[in-house]
């Protein structure tokens, strides 16, 4: 999915883009929903829930399956649209209702947030996992660290670094919350350590 973006959503000028916070969540669930059955066939198929569900099914096979291909298609269609743009001059969201996306320039950011989550919320986020997300005036927030494709497969932390500085000379207002940053990614390249340092000291 995510080439299928890149060729269809993403511009050749574009400097990194990034998909929504739901889509590994939404990923794993439409894994599940279309895998579990098949993997645990074998050992669910005696259990009466299974049976009784299994027997509804039959029952209304046509209205089964195209419920589940309803489903299955609205979840992939939203994990498609919900990607971000970011380019040298401007900011393209993409979405379920505007998959043609909204363009916003440098100066519609309102804000910055950046730093390390302080606590695991499961299949969402881990403890210590980096954010960086951009605030728009209209409230719309997009998490860069959510990385799709980076130019020229470029390192991701140089290119944050850079897209940090501009941002920040931008003089918009830079929430850091790093308070746990040595202890969450000390195993990390002292290289990729020093990117990220700059990032969150790189407050005016």
Request: aromatic share 14%; charged share 20%; glycine share 6%.
């Amino acid at each position: 999915m995510g080439q299928i973006q890149a060729l269809i959503l993403v511009p050749d000028d574009f400097i990194m883009w990034a998909v929504g916070d739901s889509i590994p969540t939404l990923a794993l669930f439409l894994f599940m929903m279309i895998a579990y059955p098949v993997i645990n066939f074998t050992h669910i198929k005696k259990d009466q829930t299974f049976l009784k569900a299994s027997n509804l099914v039959k029952r209304h096979k046509k209205v089964s399956i195209t419920a589940f291909l309803g489903v299955a298609m609205i979840i992939g269609y939203y994990m498609f649209t919900n990607a971000s743009v970011i380019s040298s001059d401007k900011i393209v969201t993409h979405g379920f209702f505007y998959p043609q996306g909204k363009e916003y320039s440098y100066s519609d950011i309102k804000a910055l947030h950046t730093g390390t989550y302080n606590r695991t919320i499961p299949f969402i986020r881990d403890k210590g996992e980096f954010y960086y997300i951009i605030e728009l005036n209209n409230g719309k927030k997009i998490n860069l660290a959510n990385i799709g494709g980076v130019k020229d497969h470029r390192d991701s932390w140089l290119t944050f670094m850079e897209l940090d500085q501009v941002f920040t000379e931008l003089d918009v207002v830079k929430n850091v919350d790093a308070k746990n940053f040595d202890s969450h990614l000390k195993n990390l390249d002292p290289l990729y350590r020093g990117r990220i340092q700059n990032i969150f000291e790189n407050v005016k």
